[in-house]
């Protein structure tokens, strides 16, 4: 009896686990060294890395959720550009 409720605890812990592997994406990152920034529209929460250290680089934070949309910066705070642009 005990070992099968091990193995059911073992089941759902892993089932959390992988779930929520799945749902954390990488939301705003880029931007050092003239590349492109990028952001998201978290729906969920938007979990902040580190912000603009010289030792860091750039503002990074991870989305614990769905990213509804992503927009492209130039630069940091540059003009918008279209994500798919390899610059």
Same mark, same amino acid.
């Given at each position: 009896m005990r070992s099968r409720i091990l193995y059911i605890a073992f089941l759902v812990g892993s089932a959390i686990l992988l779930s929520g592997l799945l749902v954390v994406r990488e939301c705003a990152y880029g931007?050092?060294?003239g590349a492109a920034y990028k952001t998201c529209n978290c729906m969920g929460i938007e979990w902040e890395m580190y912000d603009q250290t010289p030792v860091d680089g !750039? =503002?990074?934070?991870?989305?614990?959720?769905?990213?509804?949309s992503r927009t492209c910066y130039r630069?940091?705070?540059?003009?918008?550009?279209?994500?798919?642009? !390899? =610059?």
């Open positions: 931007g050092g060294m !750039p =503002r990074k934070t991870i989305c614990i959720g769905i990213i509804k630069s940091m705070g540059g003009p918008v550009i279209d994500c798919s642009d !390899p =610059r």
